[in-house]
């Protein structure tokens, strides 16, 4: 591993176990035993290294559902997957990341915001396209409202004040979310289907 790609995974390793607010470049500089001067060398400040995680992390999520969504054997699992997947993002995720990122690091949160408004909703509406033709989703779903009404709800599945409000564990969130998005659209081949895969 080079020392870019060094310092960028030791510093999304810390933001998501402290949150991104509490980890200085001190304590960067420390958990690598290098010093701040060489972080300085190649990231310009610390806002430029929120900045370069964020960009790879979109790249890696661009990469990493483009290929659920190619093995997948149907719409229905290709959600199943998707959840699957996003879950095991989320039970690494410290409470306070996306709070500090929106507060702290605005233009650097726009990178997020494009991704899920471009991305996401691209990949809900090529799903919810697939899953009618299979026919595991009801053909009166209207396709560019379920993407629009999933990339609006998506982000309050991983906002813990939400969760800790309703006495669930984000994981639990997110489950009864990807449900209702589920059954609000699937047809009953497609209800059994994702029943069968929960179970």
Request: hydrophobic fraction near 40%; include cysteine.
């Amino acid at each position: 591993m080079d020392t870019v790609n060094e310092i960028q995974a030791k510093a999304e390793e810390l933001f998501l176990q402290f949150g991104v607010r509490s980890v200085s470049m001190d304590d960067l500089a420390s958990a690598l035993g290098r010093s701040k001067k060489t972080l300085y060398k190649y990231f310009s400040c610390k806002q430029d290294l929120v900045k370069q995680i964020l960009l790879a992390y979109v790249e890696r999520e661009k990469t990493a559902l483009t290929l659920i969504k190619q093995q997948s054997e149907n719409a229905i699992d290709e959600w199943y997957r998707v959840f699957m997947h996003h879950l095991e993002f989320t039970k690494s995720l410290k409470v306070s990341v996306q709070f500090d990122l929106k507060k702290y690091h605005p233009k650097t949160w726009e990178i997020i915001k494009k991704f899920k408004n471009q991305f996401i909703y691209q990949l809900v509406l090529e799903n919810v396209k697939r899953g009618k033709q299979e026919a595991l989703y009801r053909q009166d779903v209207n396709e560019k409202a379920i993407a629009m009404f999933y990339v609006s709800r998506i982000e309050e599945t991983v906002d813990n004040d939400i969760s800790r409000k309703m006495k669930l564990s984000p994981g639990d969130l997110f489950l009864s979310f990807v449900d209702y998005h589920i059954y609000g659209i699937a047809s009953p081949k497609g209800i059994a289907i994702y029943n069968e895969l929960k179970s």
